[in-house]
């Protein structure tokens, strides 16, 4: 039996062979080390992460005023405490393994206690009589280190001033205990960020053996949490889960544009041995485990090592959506900074080289920091061709020399490669059946050549950023010829794999990626806010509201520099004149409203077209709005407190907050109607740190005091122009 409780000799010789690397730690006093006492989406707090050990030596406790996690490291390594400091809410109700690995087909456990005897919740007395199990992998040492960057990244690219991330990361140590399982240790790593209630773990299984060891399935995270309800009978999928815990991983797509549509790992569960629950059924969702549902299906040589999926854990002190949203873009920007650079850029739909250096001179003229050759456009990345690359580099050379940076479009997916490099179906054994039908596989001799020709593009022309319409590495590919991965089990992992490497690869180099999955906590720096692509041939009126519409929805999880909008400036899906702005000067209120709302969002969106401005008049038009949003750059890719979503019938508007700029919020009000509109708005000034009063001036004219009420908000009268906009700075 695979759980047998290790007693006698065997528990003596491990609890021997546990040690720690030289560590001197800190004893967790009494009374404990006060929390965080201001609110940390304001002020971060001055606690910062610690690793405690507890007075007998049992525990190690990870603290940074904001959460509180302890593990018990005798007999074997089990967290038993898992607190939000915020609100005193405990997570935990039962004690759970630290991993399981499935080896070979079968299923071993990373440290872990038995004998909890009621699951609904847990009485620290019980855990000194909890046994360790003879062949989960046993604890052996643990080694603490500070933080380090996940990615090396560089940016030449404006972005804010954030504060870089750092913390503490405990590694626990475990060897196999299964004799058929010699020679491979196990690392279970947890970061422990300063400034944010946030976890990152992680695994890393080493083969330091003579034999290989077929890697089915690594679950990287097992939770015994509380249930988020208590119901008599009900489906799990339909029952409320624990929100006292928001999970992130790096595995994630779908092309939904949204983290929730895009997790591959996340599976909440029942948990059977809960037997006092509540639901007759025993079939409360009150175990969650992280893990990819394909893979990762390698086969581990030696001294080959495997990395898992990184799991972010934000605990959550409230079920406000604002509150979590900004907490969840508060770990985006600690955990993943390359989203936070937002150049300005346009999308240049190009015929000829003149095009290029024509759209590169408009840029430097109005303060644009980049051209992107869009689709459709004669720049070919695939061609590796000398005269290729020279051509480019030049382009890319007279770009530079006018401070403008370049780059462009490539497609991967939605077409069909050929027979030998695109994914094949499980079922038939052909092409076809991806997500968009026909897809080449990654891991084809196609797919690692597109890999290595995008590398050579990039060294050879100096371009600055890539925007690359896939891959989608969920399509799983059955070919046992393809050189990246020998079948259908690893194929989906390898795919991944392949494609974070070319993703590091550029991000550590400074090079921008626009790409449309949610690849952002591996390189990714922007991916679209959200639309629906026909909308764009629809008239202009239609656009504006739509366009607002898409920012404020697509912003509530989304640091505005994480998405891309769009303005079609010529033809695009159809539609007619009452669609496109081309000719620019006939159009140029709607020009300038359509990059208002934008750049009032602080969101980028994909200008498309051959120019941005036809005369003299709409050069000066694009300046004033590129000054403008230069001028605020910092307070509107601060983020956003949504106020009101546009519905074409009254006023609309979202206002952006820092605490630590002088102009703590900036408010962008639009008017849809065809009359002037006078409104009563109540504005939410909690998040921009004022405490008391505040001033508000509207379009830079003079300031007006203002005083708070109790909830920190303040009630203003403002009148809106029909069919129009203004806007507040408040400080």
């Known amino acids: ?119 609904a919740y847990l009485l620290t007395a019980e855990i000194d009589h909890m046994k360790a199990g003879v062949n989960d992998f046993q604890f052996v040492d643990y080694t603490i280190n500070p933080i380090t960057p996940y990615l090396n990244w560089k940016t030449k690219f404006w972005k804010p001033q954030i504060r870089q991330a750092s913390g503490k990361v405990i590694s626990f140590r475990y060897r196999a205990a299964a004799p058929e399982l010699s020679g491979l240790e196990i690392k279970v790593n947890y970061e422990l960020y300063d400034g944010i209630p946030l976890i990152v773990k992680s695994l890393t299984i080493d083969n330091k053996g003579d034999k290989v060891f077929k890697i089915n399935r690594v679950v990287n995270e097992i939770l015994g949490v509380v249930e988020g309800e208590s119901a008599v009978v009900g489906n799990p999928d339909n029952m409320e889960k624990n929100q006292g815990i928001y999970l992130e991983t790096n595995y994630a797509f779908n092309n939904s544009m949204r983290y ?97 250096r024509e759209a590169i001179d408009q840029c430097k003229e109005t303060g644009y920091e980049a051209v992107i050759l869009s689709f459709g456009s004669h720049l070919n990345m695939g061609d590796t061709s000398a005269v290729n690359l020279k051509k480019w580099k030049e382009l890319a050379d007279y770009a530079h020399s006018k401070g403008v940076s370049i780059g462009g479009y490539d497609l991967f997916s939605s077409r069909q490669i050929s027979d030998a490099d695109d994914v094949i179906d499980a079922k038939t054994g052909k092409p076809g059946g991806a997500l968009f039908g026909h897809a080449a596989c990654f891991g084809s001799a196609w797919g690692l050549a597109f890999r290595d020709k995008i590398k050579t593009f990039f060294v050879h022309t100096g371009f600055d950023i890539w925007e690359n319409d896939g891959p989608y590495p969920g399509d799983l590919c059955a070919s046992t010829t393809h050189p990246g991965h020998k079948g259908l089990d690893d194929s989906q992992w390898a795919q991944i794999e392949i494609q974070k490497e070319l993703y590091h690869w550029l991000n550590e180099r400074g090079i921008y990626i626009n790409s449309p999955d949610w690849y952002l906590l591996d390189g990714s720096n922007k991916i679209a806010m959200g639309y629906r692509e026909v909308n764009f041939s629809l008239p202009r009126e239609n656009q504006k509201i739509l366009n607002r519409q898409n920012i404020f929805d697509g912003t509530w999880e989304k640091m505005p520099s994480m998405g891309w909008g769009f303005v079609p400036l010529t033809r695009y899906q159809g539609g007619g004149a009452e669609a496109v702005l081309e000719p620019l000067s006939e ?120 005083k708070l009420n109790r909830d920190y908000s303040t009630d203003l009268t403002i009148t809106i122009p029909a069919n129009d906009y203004t806007w507040l700075t408040i400080e």
């Open 587 to 706: 159009h140029l209120k709607d020009y300038k409203a359509l990059m208002m709302e934008y750049y009032g969002s602080g969101v980028q969106a994909c200008y498309r077209g051959p120019r941005l401005y036809d005369t003299g008049k709409t050069k000066q038009t694009v300046i004033e709005v590129i000054s403008w949003y230069k001028k605020y750059r910092d307070i509107l890719n601060a983020d956003i407190i949504h106020l009101r979503r546009p519905d074409g019938r009254d006023w609309d508007g979202i206002l952006h907050v820092n605490p630590d700029l002088k102009t703590k919020g900036l408010v962008l009000l639009y008017n849809p109607t065809e009359k002037a509109i006078t409104r009563h708005i109540k504005l939410p000034l909690y998040y921009t740190g004022l405490t008391n009063t505040a001033r508000i001036s509207e379009k830079e004219g003079s300031f007006k005091l203002y």
């Open 1 to 119: 039996m695979r759980n047998r409780i290790i007693t006698g000799v065997l528990l003596t010789i491990l609890l021997m062979t546990a040690h720690v690397h030289g560590q001197s730690l800190p004893v967790w006093g009494n009374p404990e080390p006060r929390g965080n006492k201001t609110d940390w989406l304001i002020s971060p707090p001055g606690i910062k992460a610690q690793v405690f050990k507890s007075k007998d030596g049992k525990d190690l406790i990870l603290y940074n005023g904001l959460l509180k996690r302890t593990f018990r490291i005798t007999p074997n390594v089990a967290c038993v405490d898992y607190q939000n400091l915020s609100n005193g809410r405990q997570l935990l109700r039962a004690v759970k393994a630290e991993a399981r690995l499935t080896i070979n087909g079968h299923d071993y456990n990373v440290g872990g206690l038995y004998g909890q005897k009621e699951n």
């Open 260 to 356: 929730a549509q895009s997790d591959q790992t996340t599976h909440w569960k029942i948990d059977t041995t809960y037997t006092s629950q509540v639901n007759y059924d025993l079939k409360t969702p009150c175990l969650v485990e992280i893990y990819p549902e394909q893979g990762p299906g390698v086969e581990l040589k030696q001294s080959q090592v495997l990395k898992s999926v990184r799991t972010h854990e934000l605990l959550m002190d409230n079920e406000d959506r604002e509150r979590r949203g900004l907490a969840i873009r508060k770990m985006y920007s600690t955990v993943a900074p390359w989203t936070v650079a937002n150049p300005i850029f346009m999308h240049l739909v190009s015929k000829n080289d003149d095009q290029v």
